[in-house]
């Protein structure tokens, strides 16, 4: 029960800007929504996290949108390093019983030289 | 701190086994996690602890399938008796908890085989 839908795969050019979209229609208000990625081998990474504004980090930018009920990661300029499975999942970060970090299936990210 | 530290990296054992694997979580974070990742089932969160005490082990498999944490820097999970299907790739996380400090740091895993 992830309570996040991402499309199963998408593509992208190098050097050219990623846009990967999340759908999260049942947030609730303490949601943050969270984004992770992990290469291959490899254990998950963290990208990025919001509430309701929009973020940036060294690695991406955070756009959602105004009722929370999706978001979308960015990713400005993709390399080839950057090709990874990216979760998108929603954590309660008030705690308690809510604090579980659940990923769905992500989305494979393929970036062609 | 050398993140997230897991132990052995590669496990084989023989069905029937009981296997044992280690996790050292970051200093100071609050939260642990135990997940396990096949090609089939994806990543699955198995169980999580608040501070030491398990908060949901609703993802643990079967009662062969058992986790503690007897303190902040060391939790286990055990498989006993364990069985081919457990092959897969066990990683164990820990994280802070805040509005603003949040990251979850994994560790490398260990790949188990049982054969």
């Known amino acids: 029960d992830a309570k996040t839908t991402q499309p199963n795969s998408m593509e992208s050019n190098e050097e050219e800007p990623v846009h990967l979209p999340c759908n999260h229609s049942?947030?609730?208000?303490?949601?943050?929504i969270h984004w992770y990625r992990q290469l291959p081998s490899q254990g998950p990474e963290y990208v990025i996290h919001?509430?309701?504004s929009n973020v940036n980090n060294r690695m991406a930018s955070l756009a959602i949108a105004e009722d929370r009920k999706s978001s979308t990661l960015i990713l400005h300029r993709a390399t080839l390093r950057d090709a990874a499975v990216y979760y998108c999942i929603l954590r309660d970060n008030y705690g308690g019983s809510q604090g579980n970090l659940i990923f769905g299936k992500g989305t494979k990210l393929s970036v062609k030289p | 701190d050398a993140g997230v530290i897991q132990s052995p990296r590669h496990e084989v054992t023989e069905m029937g086994q009981e296997v044992t694997l280690r996790c050292k979580p970051i200093?100071?974070?609050?939260?642990l996690f135990w997940y396990r990742q096949t090609m089939m089932r994806g990543l699955e969160l198995l169980i999580y602890?608040?501070?030491?005490?398990?908060?949901?082990d609703s993802g643990m498999p079967e009662d062969r399938f058992s986790a503690k944490m007897p303190n902040a820097s060391f939790s286990t999970l055990k498989i006993q008796p364990s069985e081919p299907r457990d092959s897969a790739v066990y990683f164990c996380?820990?994280?802070?908890?805040?509005?603003?400090?949040?990251?979850?740091?994994f560790g490398q895993g260990t790949r188990l085989t049982v054969v």
């Open positions: 049942t947030i609730s208000g303490t949601d943050y």
């Open positions: 602890f608040n501070n030491n005490v398990p908060i949901d």
């Open positions: 996380a820990s994280s802070p908890l805040g509005q603003l400090n949040t990251e979850a740091f």
């Open positions: 919001g509430l309701t």
């Open positions: 200093s100071g974070h609050d939260y």
